[in-house]
């Protein structure tokens, strides 16, 4: 059995970055209203908390100039992409640009913009918020859900700096 241990040298940011970056994650663009205009931006860092009640977090840079404005209404929508909605990933993480130019969306309840055609949404309220390093740890209150006939498509993934798409196992024995 072979022992692993941990360098001697201190880890740089892009060392963490590679190595998390085998972690495969789905894509979501965090959403809101401001001024009466859609905001977002995308995240990859989305899970859910609790199920009672119902939480899921997401985290965000601290430098982010669009999440202090969403944060600053107490509520967002968080949309998880769907397999071919990789141009929209990167349009919305883009800065100084028009993120919502040719996104087709429809307010939820709250108004928080519901990206068409994502694989599924949340529509929260603020619960908590947490600093954790150069991140803020965001935590919100499920408030409304796309229904289950709403989750049609397959993931948007990205694993090791790429955008990915699943496969069935049985496709990958033929």
């Known amino acids: 059995m072979s022992q692993y241990s941990a360098p001697d040298v201190p ?5 963490f970055r590679d190595t998390l970056g085998h972690y495969a994650s789905g894509i979501t663009i965090v959403s809101g209203i401001d001024d009466g205009e859609p905001i977002g931006f995308t995240c990859q860092s989305f ?12 985290s965000v840079m601290k430098t982010s100039t669009t999440y202090p404005r969403i944060a600053a209404t107490g509520r967002f929508a968080v949309n998880v992409l769907a397999h071919d909605q990789h141009e929209i990933a990167n349009q919305f993480a883009r800065r100084g640009t028009d993120k919502w130019a ?6 939820a ?12 949404w949340v529509d929260c ?8 390093g150069d991140h803020l740890i965001v935590i ?3 408030v409304g859900m796309s229904p289950a006939e709403w989750h049609r ?4 993934l990205y694993f090791k700096g790429s955008y990915r798409h699943l496969r069935d196992l ?3 024995a033929g």
């Open 11 to 15: 880890l740089s940011p892009r060392q």
């Open 47 to 58: 899970f859910s908390v609790s199920i009672e009640p119902p939480l899921i977090s997401f």
């Open 102 to 107: 040719g996104v087709a969306w429809n307010p």
């Open 109 to 120: 309840a709250s108004g928080n913009p519901i990206i068409a055609d994502t694989l599924m």
């Open 125 to 132: 309220e603020a619960w908590a918020e947490h600093e954790a």
């Open 140 to 142: 919100g209150s499920v």
């Open 153 to 156: 498509e397959e993931p948007l």
């Open 170 to 172: 049985d496709q990958l």
